[in-house]
């Protein structure tokens, strides 16, 4: 593989174009494993950033590839539809808490936030009230890297500074404090209830990830912060958008984040694992509330259609991939994985480079003290035989389901001999 090439020609993720840290090159992936191009073999605890639950060149969801590839790889969605596309709504439908009824198919999770925060801007415009254009939203969330997204992401680690001429300025709220689980305080909803009680006439929808903030700070807060989102958004008029394109699909231990609150949101955003890691796909849906306020006087539709909406190639493996989660074993699995966590993760809060340490469901989280050094931790991690890529001062695995207690404990193991010698 031609790796100066890639050096010099290729953006990868979050990297410099001076001075980028090094890539490694994959020849394939198999179940948990990653498989360099040198024959070693990563146990992955990354899952591909959340989306590969059921580990790599699965037999079924490359069965529903073939299948469909070999029927029809792509049509427009304009005026045209297909199985695949039914049959995943409908599931997505059916699996997601109630209330939810129309679907909007989306090309990634990004995407699927600006097509919720615009749906969010047209209800209100439609029913005549043009006041209510700005969001809401807790400190420390992540829902994307476009402008819409970034806009209503963390203020600093969301580098706002940078765009401040081009971003909307939104409304945050201080990040939700109560840990998940330890005793609620009432004091924590209490900033972002005033800031609803000012700014309601001017708020379209309250923006949030449910219960685990993912790329913002791999923050796991207490439920009830949720439930009393949800009644605050009832009782002042905003509408409430939950994005789980993180924590969708068992990832938390319930199918939906949600469900940990028993709340449904007026819009959700899905994605990531939507495909268990095939393919970009994603998913916005909406109340039948929602949909109605949106297509109601002018322009009377809803203004959003990318070209590859609906693929039916990534319909297909997604359709693999909810019957996979339907067969029920992830709940077993991702219990599993946590009551392990709890026992051998939690612990490194003992070691003295890391401040705090936590679980939920199949995520585990170690935050150092200082910023890690990536590119010298990641080679320690290679040469462990594992794959983690931490970020600042956060060491942090969501493995596939499908993860063995032994290799498990490979993951924890490497993280624990990085942060000893550190
Ligand atoms: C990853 C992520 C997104 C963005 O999804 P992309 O597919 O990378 O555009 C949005 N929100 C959350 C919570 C995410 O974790």
Redesign the pocket.
Known sequence: MDLSFDQRHIWHPYTSAINPLPCYPVARAEGVYIELESGEKLIDGMAS??AAIHGYNHPQLNQAAHQQIDNMAHVMFGGLTHEPAISLCRKLIELTPDGLERVFLAD????S?EVAMKMALQFWACQGNQHKNRFLSPRNG????TFA?MSVCDPINGMHSLFSEVLSHQIFAPAPQTRFDQLWNEDDIAPLAQLMEQHHHQIAALIL?PVVQ??GGMRIYHPEYLRRCRQLCDEYDVLLIC?E??TGFGRTGKLFACEHAQISPDIL?L??ALTGGYM?L?ATLCSEDVAMGVCQGSPGVFMHGPTYMGNPLACAVANASLDIIAQGSWQQQVTDIETQLKQQLLPLAELDAVADTRVLGAIGVVETHHPVDVARIQQHFVRQGVWIRPFGKLVYIMPPYIISPEQLERLIGAIQTALQNH
């Open positions: 950033w959340w990634s999770g990004s995407v936030v992540y829902h994307g890297d997204a990830e993912g790329a994005d394109i993180a955003c994605g990531k970009t994603a």
